[in-house]
T-cell receptor, first 111, second 118 residues
Framework: DAKTTQPNSMESNEEEPVHLPCNHS???????IHWYRQLPSQGPEYVIH???SNVNNRMASLAIAEDRKSSTLILHRATLRDAAVYYC????????????FGQGTTLQVKP | GAGVSQTPSNKVTEKGKYVELRCDPI?????LYWYRQSLGQGPEFLIY????????DSGLPNDRFFAVRPEGSVSTLKIQRTERGDSAVYLC????????????????FGPGTRLTVL
């Protein structure tokens, strides 16, 4: 299974943008890049995913490098409710769709 | 609409006992996944069902763990002869489809069952 590398932790101030990086140098052409987050005491929650092009949704934006070896999840204005563990995951279209979670990045948002 | 639900929310048992954990997926979702999350770690895949069949059980740690989904909706994870190392949060997720379209599908997670083996 393809591996991702994320910083263990990051801090942000409330109402400021947050850029969460992810390296995935072994990505293959059929791997989708998915981001999930897990708030304290809850199950993970889907955030966004993409294949090659940058993606936007109501929660966040996903910027994918041209060579696809890295990506960045962008929260445009962090709120206290965004404090969570953020997981960057590669999903193959050919496998069963299981998610292989790493350690993720723990995001702390300061008021 | 209703999300994924799991029961019980907490289960305390003694070493050596048998436990069953239940997952009710979102109606109409054909794919169902079980994960296990130990303290401070990311969730770890256990088993995947497509419909009634277990399409991938490569994550089950040993033969004490077993899961069923007899009618293609509700699933039960069964653990025999529980050990202290089985203590974790057991998460269930469902998605509209799995397999070949999985790369483009989001999974919806339940709140988990916290299992404590004394």
């Amino acid at each position: 299974d393809a591996k991702t590398t994320q910083p263990n932790s990051m801090e942000s101030n409330e109402e400021e943008p947050v850029h969460l990086p992810c390296n995935h140098s072994t990505i293959s052409g059929t791997d989708y890049i998915h981001w999930y987050r897990q708030l304290p005491s809850q199950g993970p929650e889907y955030v966004i995913h993409g294949l090659t092009s940058n993606v936007n949704n109501r929660m966040a934006s996903l910027a994918i490098a041209e060579d696809r070896k890295s990506s960045t999840l962008i929260l445009h204005r962090a709120t206290l409710r965004d404090a969570a563990v953020y997981y960057c995951i590669l999903r193959l279209t050919s496998n069963t769709g299981k998610l292989i979670f790493g350690q993720g990045t723990t995001l702390q948002v300061k008021p | 609409g209703a999300g994924v639900s799991q029961t019980p929310s907490n289960k305390v048992t003694e070493k050596g006992k048998y436990v069953e954990l239940r997952c009710d997926p979102i109606s109409g979702h054909t794919a169902l996944y079980w994960y296990r999350q130990s303290l401070g770690q990311g969730p770890e895949f256990l088993i995947y069902f497509q419909g009634t069949g277990a399409a991938d059980d490569s994550g089950l740690p040993n033969d004490r763990f077993f899961a069923v989904r007899p009618e293609g909706s509700v699933s039960t994870l069964k653990i025999q002869r529980t050990e202290r190392g089985d203590s974790a949060v057991y998460l269930c997720a469902s998605s509209l489809t799995g397999g070949g379209l999985a790369g483009d599908n989001e999974q919806f997670f339940g709140p988990g069952t916290r299992l404590t083996v004394l």
